[in-house]
């Protein structure tokens, strides 16, 4: 959620910001379809919070990291489990009822960068290449999927440096 969070900041501070880089996230709002499966998602961890986090955790990450990557995701699904589940719901709520701001990216003056995933399920490379077209940012690209910061920790920091 941390690009929606900076996207919204940028909205109202963006003249105190120099540069604003979007990590495995995006500027547009959910659709439809997403925000359906929001709903279904906050169903479903009012009934089984246990079974909603397993299986977020599965759609998060490509399978080679499932192989690759068994104790982070173990540990990340512990966190979580700590997280209430009002806590839970409401932040699925908060991104299903986020509004589109690309807009707001477009007319950012600072440096504008998006880093995604080739293989991201969440927010499909098709999806930041547009973006990045639309708003005119760099678009870098590392192997792998919506966890950037776990499957290609190395990459990213190389990008960033």
Same mark, same amino acid.
């Given at each position: =959620?941390?690009?929606?969070?900076?996207?919204?900041? +940028?909205?109202?501070?963006?003249?105190? /910001?120099?540069?604003?880089? +979007?990590?495995?996230?995006?500027?547009?709002?959910?659709? %439809?379809?997403?925000? !359906?499966?929001?709903?279904?998602?906050? !169903?479903? /961890?009012?009934?089984?919070?246990?079974?909603?986090?397993?299986?977020? =955790?599965? %759609? +998060?990450?490509?399978? !080679? &990291?499932? !192989?690759?990557?068994?104790?982070?995701?173990?540990? %990340?699904?512990?966190?979580? =489990?700590?997280? &209430?589940?009002?806590g839970i719901i409401a932040a699925i709520q908060g991104m299903r009822d986020r509004p589109d701001r690309t807009k707001v990216f477009q007319n950012f003056k600072g440096e504008k960068t998006i880093i995604c995933g080739d293989e991201d399920p969440v927010v499909p490379f098709s999806i930041s290449k547009e973006i990045a077209a639309a708003t005119n940012s760099q678009l870098k690209v590392l192997n792998g999927g919506h966890m950037s910061w776990i499957e290609n920790l190395t990459e990213l920091l190389k990008l960033c440096t």
């Open positions: =959620m941390g690009g929606y969070v900076g996207l919204a900041f +940028l909205e109202t501070h963006g003249d105190n /910001v120099a540069g604003f880089t +979007l990590l495995n996230s995006t500027t547009k709002k959910d659709t %439809l379809e997403q925000k !359906r499966n929001r709903d279904r998602g906050a !169903r479903i /961890v009012s009934e089984n919070k246990k079974a909603f986090i397993g299986n977020i =955790m599965n %759609l +998060l990450f490509i399978e !080679r &990291s499932h !192989r690759n990557y068994t104790s982070e995701i173990a540990q %990340l699904k512990k966190e979580a =489990m700590g997280f &209430s589940k009002e």
